[in-house]
């Protein structure tokens, strides 16, 4: 899990981009509750998992925080 997150955190902001595609953008979810089991917080794997019903409103904000801040957008 450790390393999926760092492979993550690392990629060029180009596989991030592409990454976001709405299909593709099931990898920054996987992220998300990866990261939030390791953090291990309740709270924000709950949030995580949500994020899997509104996906078509987090792979806007995804492009825009990638081209911005070269991050996804996420509360850690």
């Known amino acids: 899990m ?3 997150i760092k492979t ?4 060029s902001k180009l596989v991030k ?3 976001c595609i709405p299909v593709l953008n099931i990898t920054w979810i996987i992220y998300r509750i ?4 390791k953090a291990n917080n309740a709270l924000h794997l ?4 949500l994020v899997i ?4 409103i987090v792979w806007i904000i995804d492009i825009i925080t990638i081209l911005l801040y070269d991050k996804v957008f996420w509360i850690d």
């Open 53 to 56: 019903f509104v996906f078509w």
């Open 17 to 19: 981009l592409v990454l």
């Open 2 to 4: 450790d390393s999926f």
């Open 8 to 11: 993550m955190e690392g990629s």
């Open 34 to 37: 990866c990261k939030s089991l």
């Open 46 to 49: 709950v949030l995580s998992i």
